[in-house]
């Protein structure tokens, strides 16, 4: 624990304007940020008597090991940089909105040339126009399947699209008059394009017109004594009306709004979002956070309206923004918005009438958010600490192990041997810190040498950047380059100055657990701890769980600990164990598969994917393309002299295949027969002997 008076600034340094500040812990990790109208009054109001600080923030500042600070022109820009820097740091002691689940939102690709409408979760996209949030995806669809009666837009994906133009004939909604088909040219582009705009304004809440169009048009054909067409109109106006029906009218004069409610305690707050559009309720969400820090209600819509709006632009922002308690200063937030929007912005606190009336509605939603929130999470928190003190007990840490490290190795008969390193903090996975290997110190199977290898790669990578002896610079040797994991790109470590990455960004090994587990018995144990040792780490406990008897394994003890079955902290233990097996197999098989898939094809410098399905499609395999003559491989269109000189002298080096046989007949399957060659350059996974299940306990 730092004593914040070690690393505050000289009297004078702070400057006396807007900025945004950062605080960073001893590993020059961000763990806070925040921005001021005036930096040096907002500085000093943390290097006062610890006493006089909220619990929270007297952690933070105690936590800290320096602190330093951007200089900004206007407290917008400081709004603007602080969202910035909070998105690309993560800083722990920062408000950061959870949500609960990913939220469905009816999507339309205005960005193709067919336009699709269709269920979208997750980042926006550019060019694609957004609808909702709705609370479950067959909401959209029951609304999409009223609405295509009108607006038959394409739904369909881009392989049943190429398929229907490939053969002339549109899916069933074409059929059907729910779709216009532009596969088979049934409308033009344009035409589809004005379709879907048509769609898109009806969803933003523009109906009046396209219901009194379709009611002059039934009239006409009554009129006309066109029947038929009038009763199709009549059943579009109904389609047209249940779908409006879906979403109530909550504002009676059309308005575009979003309405913020906040309901909070002294450590957690829950907010609700009502997305209103055209007078109607399009969407709803919620977020919940813990208050890392003493906040008011204001500070805590600003950073809602910060996650809210930080990616859009134009009408996603809406003319008007209903929230409970305005942002201290306001100015700088409505006029954050006004840019994002491009127009006007108001900002406010309803006063009276139905827009106050909906926003005690939404109230009600974020209290019982929070309610329900922390029902769920008592019992979570409650099992994850006493979990980490069980295993502290049993261990015998001095404290509960809130970073905990498991590795575990993966191969298939000893081919493509990898591992995994799964990171749990405070009980719960942490999957932006895992990382995985490939091991290259040695060929065959050998799980011990294995982990001896991994745990000394990753905590040397540990130890250079604590003592900042290294550079990274770009390597060339595959995934994981000659000492490191995969995740870092192919980046190796060679000696240098200080390191590069000294901004406060996440670094890939620079934070030691208090705890590595391995998957294995002793052997594994013992191979971890000395990798340990010969590095010097003397602070990091380690041990084994062996999956047999599920006994847990220390170093240099012949006995194992045994926890109670019913132990929350044996159930904690297993579920890292059970998350790195599960990460180590799925790379592992990446790799397997990457390889069957690979061909001699590929080292043919210039010979790209087109051309190599071309020469597959004219010859038909790998064989007879490498018993062709290069005069037979110029006739393949795209393939010039020197090109087939190159692809017969790659063939020519590449080992045949041994015949795959089919274990149950004993036939020996050929080319002719239809199998694919199979040989480490060629695609395909050979055929062995066994069932799947006896093939898949193979599997290590």
């Known amino acids: 624990m730092a004593d914040p008076s070690s690393y505050r600034p000289r009297p004078g340094e702070i400057p006396d304007s807007p900025g945004v500040y950062r605080f960073r812990d001893e590993h020059r990790r961000v763990i806070y940020v925040g921005k001021a109208k005036s930096l ?52 722990r002691f920062n408000v950061k909105y959870r949500d609960d689940k990913s939220y469905p939102y009816l999507a339309v690709t205005m960005n193709e040339e067919f336009p699709r409408v269709q269920v979208m979760r997750g980042h926006k996209k550019k060019g694609v126009r957004y609808f909702g949030p709705y609370g479950h995806a067959w909401a959209i669809r029951d609304t999409v399947d009223l609405l295509l009666r009108v607006f038959p837009v394409r739904t369909c994906s881009a392989g049943v699209f190429k398929n229907a133009a490939r053969t002339g004939r549109p899916c069933l909604l074409g059929y059907i008059g729910k779709c216009s ?64 029906e879906k979403s109530a009218v909550v504002l009676a004069d059309a308005t575009d709004a979003d309405l913020i409610a906040v309901a909070e305690d002294e450590l957690e ?24 820090e003493e906040i008011t209600t204001g500070a805590l819509v600003e950073h809602a309206l910060q996650q809210l709006y930080g990616e859009e632009t134009g009408d996603a922002v809406p003319k008007e923004v209903l929230v409970p308690a305005l942002p201290d200063p306001v100015e700088p937030v409505q006029q954050w918005l006004t840019e994002r929007r491009g127009s006007g912005v108001s900002l406010r606190i309803p006063q009276r009438g139905d827009k106050k009336a909906l ?66 903090e405070d009980g719960l996975a942490r999957k932006s810190e895992y990382r995985r290997f490939q091991i290259k110190g040695f060929a065959g199977q050998d799980d011990v040498r294995s982990m001896h290898e991994v ?62 587990v391995v998957d294995g018995g002793q052997p594994q144990v013992a191979a ?56 180590a197999i799925t790379y592992q098989r990446a790799k397997r598969a990457k390889r069957f898939r690979s061909s001699p094809l590929d080292d043919v410098p210039g010979l790209g994917e087109t051309r190599k399905q071309a020469l597959i499609k004219h010859f038909g395999s790998v064989k007879k393309l490498r018993s062709a003559t290069i005069d037979q491989i110029c006739e393949v269109p795209g393939i010039g002299r020197k090109t087939a000189e190159t692809v017969a002298a790659a063939l020519a080096r590449a080992t045949p295949a041994a015949p795959a046989v089919n274990t149950a007949t004993g036939e020996i399957m050929d080319d002719e027969d239809g199998a694919p060659e199979t040989t480490a350059d060629a695609p395909g996974e050979p055929v062995t002997a066994g069932t799947p299940d006896e093939r898949r306990g193979q599997e290590r």
Request: overall charge negative.
């Open 269 to 292: 707050a829950a907010v609700q979002i009502f997305h209103v559009r055209g007078g109607r309720v399009r969407g709803q969400r919620g977020w919940v956070t813990d208050k890392v």
């Open 528 to 583: 971890a701890q000395r990798a340990l040792d010969e590095l010097g780490i003397d602070d990091i406990a380690v041990c084994g769980l062996a999956k047999r008897l599920e006994e847990v394994w220390l170093p240099r003890e012949d006995d194992p600990v045994v926890l109670p079955r019913t132990s929350e902290g044996l159930y904690l233990l297993q579920r890292v164990r059970d998350e790195a097996h599960r990460f």
């Open 455 to 516: 745990i000394t790669r990753r905590f040397r990578r540990y130890l250079a950047e604590k003592e900042q002896t290294g550079e990274w610079v770009d390597g060339e040797d595959g995934e994981d380059g000659a000492d490191g994991a995969e995740a870092n790109g192919g980046r190796r470590l060679t000696e240098g100055p200080a390191l590069k990455d000294d901004d406060g960004r996440p670094k890939r090994f620079a934070y030691p657990p208090q705890l590595v």
């Open 359 to 424: 926003m005690e509605t939404v109230q009600r939603n974020a209290q019982q958010a929070l309610v329900l929130h922390k029902t769920k999470r008592a019992s979570d928190l409650t099992t994850r600490s006493r979990a980490l003190e069980e295993i502290a007990d049993a261990l015998g840490l001095d404290s509960a192990p809130l970073r905990v490290e498991c590795y575990d190795i993966s191969h298939l008969q000893g081919d493509d041997v990898v591992a995994s390193m799964v990171v749990f």
């Open 40 to 91: 040096r009054q907002r500085l000093a109001s943390y290097f006062q008597d610890l006493a006089n600080l909220h619990p929270r923030t007297r952690t933070m500042v105690t936590t800290a090991a320096s602190v330093e600070w951007t200089v900004v022109s206007t407290e917008v820009e400081a709004l603007q940089l602080e969202y910035s820097w909070i998105k690309e740091y993560d800083p």
């Open 181 to 244: 088909a532009p596969c088979v040219e049934r409308i033009s582009p344009d035409d589809h394009w004005d379709l879907a705009d048509e769609f898109c304004d009806f969803m933003t809440g523009r109906t009046g017109t396209y219901l009194r169009r379709l009611e002059r048009q039934m009239a006409v054909a009554a009129e006309e004594m066109e029947y038929e067409r009038a009763a199709r109109l009549r059943d579009d106006i109904g389609a047209l009306k249940k779908a409006m």
